[in-house]
């Protein structure tokens, strides 16, 4: 299984976010500081805000913080609110595979749960 980029770039901006939570950060700070786009940037951070993992000040000297602690942000919840998890097309309601006692389904969903069982294990505050 392959993380997509806006999940790979939530992760940056939470550790960024932690290791700086004694001011505001600036979305131009964190994307000049990965060499991400400001704008591909703000759709993480509005996602990110709407899961209630961060904060958004307005203004002059507005910027994002962390609106949780880092050991409260699950890194596995936040994989499984952000990706597609429907790995094979027979995981879809429409569905017409004609094999009806298929296996390989329930290999990759077993593949699956191991690979969210690590991040399940594991927080913001452990990746620090």
Same mark, same amino acid.
């Given at each position: 299984?392959?993380?997509?980029?806006?999940?790979?770039?939530?992760?940056?901006? #939470?550790?960024? !976010? +932690?290791?700086? =939570?004694?001011?505001?950060?600036?979305?131009?700070?964190?994307? *000049?500081?990965?060499? &991400?786009?400001?704008?591909?940037?703000?759709?993480?951070?509005?996602?990110?805000?709407? #899961?209630?993992? !961060? +904060?958004?000040? =307005?203004?002059?000297?507005?910027?994002?913080?962390?609106?949780? *602690?880092?050991?409260? &942000?699950?890194?596995?919840?936040?994989?499984?609110?952000?990706?597609?998890?429907?790995? #094979?097309?027979?995981?879809?309601?429409?569905?017409?595979?004609?094999?009806?006692?298929?296996?390989?389904?329930?290999?990759?969903?077993?593949?699956?749960?191991?690979?969210?069982?690590?991040?399940?294990?594991?927080?913001?505050?452990?990746?620090?």
């Amino acid at each position: 299984m392959k993380i997509t980029q806006f999940t790979d770039y939530s992760f940056r901006l #939470l550790l960024y !976010l +932690s290791r700086y =939570r004694d001011r505001v950060v600036t979305v131009r700070e964190v994307s *000049e500081y990965y060499g &991400i786009s400001a704008e591909h940037l703000k759709k993480i951070v509005r996602a990110l805000a709407d #899961l209630g993992h !961060l +904060s958004t000040v =307005r203004g002059k000297h507005g910027g994002l913080k962390l609106a949780r *602690e880092p050991k409260d &942000i699950n890194l596995g919840q936040l994989v499984r609110n952000q990706e597609n998890l429907a790995l #094979l097309p027979c995981h879809e309601p429409c569905d017409t595979c004609p094999v009806v006692d298929c296996k390989l389904r329930s290999t990759v969903d077993e593949a699956l749960l191991a690979f969210l069982k690590v991040f399940d294990g594991k927080t913001l505050a452990d990746v620090i």
